[in-house]
């Protein structure tokens, strides 16, 4: 059984940034793809990021160029930094494991990031 255990929420100012970090448990970590989904208030979740076993990357349009995923098989976590953040940024941010990306399997808790003005 595989646990995700999301670190770094908080409470940031516009324009501000946050770094989210994601230790998941088990020895599989290096062959699975490894994703940050959010979900605000009143709305679907959603995939902000996603990064595959070999580093392949991509983005939700809302982020671009302002968030990076990053992976360290080593230590078994995945990071999110988050730039220039925005009043809608502010979600609970869920870090996410499987096979490949779009085909999860695991989910953290979820982390709390509020965006104020």
């Known amino acids: 059984q595989v646990q995700l255990a999301e670190t770094g929420g908080g409470l940031v100012q516009a324009g501000g940034s946050l770094r989210l970090s994601c230790a998941a448990s088990g020895s599989f970590f290096s062959i699975n793809a490894v994703g940050w989904s959010r979900q605000a208030p009143g709305k679907q979740r959603e995939l902000v990021a996603a990064?595959?076993?070999?580093?392949?990357?991509n983005y939700a349009d809302s982020v671009k160029g302002r968030f990076t995923i990053s992976r360290d098989n080593a230590k078994a976590t995945v990071y999110l930094q988050m730039n220039s953040l925005k009043l809608e940024d502010t979600a609970v941010y869920y870090c996410?494991?499987?096979?490949?990306?779009?085909?999860?399997?695991?989910w953290g808790q979820g982390t709390q990031v509020t965006v104020s003005s």
């Open positions: 990064i595959s076993n070999i580093g392949l990357t």
């Open positions: 996410t494991l499987g096979g490949r990306i779009g085909k999860w399997n695991y």
